[in-house]
C-alpha cells in the first residue's frame, strides 16, 4: 500500500492521464469537434436549403392563385360573352321567325283570296247553268244569252 501514495507514482499517473487526456484531445475532440462543426453546417445549409425552397413554394402558390383567379375572370367574361351571343343569336331568330309567319300568313292570305275568287266563278257557272236549266223547263224554250245574262245576274243578286 505504500507504493500507491508514492509521489512518482502519483506524478506518472498524473503525467499519464495529461498524456492520454492531450491525446484523447488531439486524437478525438478536434475529430468530432471537426466532424460537428461539418455537420452543423450540413443542417444549416438543409435548414436554409429548406426556407429557400418554402419561399420558392409561397412564390408559386401566390402565383397559381394569380393565375387561377386570372383563368376564372377569363371564364366569366367568355361565359358573359357567350351569353351575350346566345342571346342576339335567340333574338336573330325570333325575328327571322316573325318574318316567317308575316310571309306564310301573306300567302295563306292571297291563296284564301284566291280560292274565294275561283269559288265564286264556279258558283257563278253552276248558278248560270242551273238558271238556264230551270228556265229551259218553266219556259219550254230555248234562252237567249241576253236572257241567260239577266237570270244569272238576278240568281247572284239572291245570293
Given at each position: ?10 506524478a ?43 419561399a ?33 343569336r ?8 316573325q ?61
Amino acid at each position: 500500500m505504500a507504493d500507491m501514495f508514492n509521489p512518482a507514482t502519483i506524478a506518472l499517473h498524473m503525467l499519464n492521464a495529461a498524456i492520454l487526456g492531450a491525446a484523447m484531445y488531439f486524437l478525438l475532440y478536434k475529430p468530432v469537434r471537426a466532424f460537428m462543426a461539418k455537420r452543423q453546417g450540413m443542417v444549416q445549409s438543409q435548414l436554409d436549403g429548406a426556407a429557400a425552397a418554402r419561399a420558392k413554394a409561397e412564390s408559386l402558390r401566390r402565383e397559381s392563385e394569380r393565375m387561377l383567379e386570372e383563368a376564372r375572370r377569363k371564364a366569366d367574361d367568355t361565359i358573359a360573352q357567350s351569353a351575350k351571343t346566345a342571346e342576339l343569336r335567340a333574338a336573330e331568330i325570333t325575328e327571322r321567325a316573325q318574318e316567317d309567319i308575316k310571309r306564310i300568313r301573306a300567302d295563306a292570305q292571297a291563296d284564301i283570296e284566291k280560292m274565294r275568287v275561283q269559288a265564286q266563278e264556279a258558283l257563278r257557272d253552276q248558278a248560270a247553268d242551273l238558271a238556264v236549266i230551270m228556265a229551259e223547263k218553266l219556259i219550254g224554250r230555248g234562252i237567249t244569252a241576253e236572257d241567260h245574262t239577266r237570270l244569272v245576274e238576278a240568281l247572284i243578286e239572291r245570293l
